[in-house]
């Protein structure tokens, strides 16, 4: 059995998108860092395990450590169907960066958060990425 090419799972598809006040994201939370945690803590998993199966020549060995990342990547996927039916956007396995899309001067915007931070303080336009954030504080809503 060889080693699957990519072990990232597909990223859900949406026809329509949730659009978030900065609250409604906030909001959202407690449930989304358990997610988060849940798909970072797999994501390594299932990179280890395909690490194992790349080292293996055969035998008894190789076929667990296949059946292995399989099962990583099931609950990886798993995890991120979940998350996206929250309404939020996996952009970093590694770190647990997510994006909640939100509103700025009536325009669609990315409200920022990463995994390890206490709240939602940043965001940043649609195209701009993680290297352009911007405080909260000058988010216009409406």
Do not use: Y
Not at 8 to 35: C, D, G, H, M, N
């Amino acid at each position: 059995m060889a080693a699957p090419q990519s072990f990232v799972p597909q990223r859900p598809s949406r026809k329509s998108v949730k659009r978030f006040s900065l609250k409604e994201a906030i909001r959202t939370l407690p449930l989304v860092k358990r997610i988060v945690a849940d798909i970072v803590r797999t994501h390594a998993q299932a990179a280890k395990c395909r690490k194992q199966v790349e080292l293996l020549d055969g035998g008894k060995e190789l076929i667990q450590a296949q059946k292995d990342l399989d099962f990583a990547v099931e609950h990886l996927q798993d995890f991120v169907n979940e998350l996206s039916a929250v309404g939020a956007e996996l952009k970093d396995f590694d770190t647990g960066l997510i994006d909640f899309v939100g509103r700025h001067d009536g325009r669609d915007v990315c409200l920022c958060w990463k995994l390890g931070e206490e709240t939602i303080t940043h965001w940043h336009e649609l195209d701009a990425g993680f290297s352009g954030r911007k405080p909260v504080a000058g988010l216009r809503e409406r």
